[in-house]
Nanobody
Framework: QVQLVESGGGLVQAGGSLRLSCAAS????????MAWYRQAPGKQRDLVAT???????NYADSVKGRFTISRDNAKNTVYLQMDSLKPEDTAVYYC???????????????WGQGTQVTVSS
């Protein structure tokens, strides 16, 4: 019904930048909030940033001032610009749309498959 596909992960040196993208496709009527999470090996999945349909944003304290979340509603796509990356940012990054309204008017919580970000020191 809904697919979220992330891209843009990879290996970068500390201090570098990456830009993640997450494109939603399927029988979508509307998407409300969207978010990025991350999960490091052996750790729980943590919220990184959220953005509302009106582009109001919130960030985890650990990424404030370094990461920027944005979205293109026409493309059903959310982005995460990550600057000044640190080794502790290494994780699998997941895109989430907790409330996707389908054309059938059903509502689903959708997750992407994740993209690996590795920051070397």
């Amino acid at each position: 019904q809904v697919q979220l596909v992330e891209s843009g992960g990879g290996l970068v040196q500390a201090g570098g930048s990456l830009r993640l993208s997450c494109a939603a496709s399927g029988s979508i009527f509307s998407i409300n909030d969207m978010a990025w999470y991350r999960q490091a090996p052996g750790k729980q999945r943590d919220l990184v940033a959220t953005i509302t349909s009106m582009s109001s944003t919130n960030y985890a304290d650990s990424v404030k001032g370094r990461f920027t979340i944005s979205r293109d509603n026409a493309k059903n796509t959310v982005y995460l610009q990550m600057d000044s990356l640190k080794p502790e940012d290494t994780a699998v990054y997941y895109c989430n749309a907790p409330r996707v309204v389908l054309t059938s008017r059903s509502v689903v919580n959708s997750w992407g498959q994740g993209t690996q970000v590795t920051v070397s020191s």
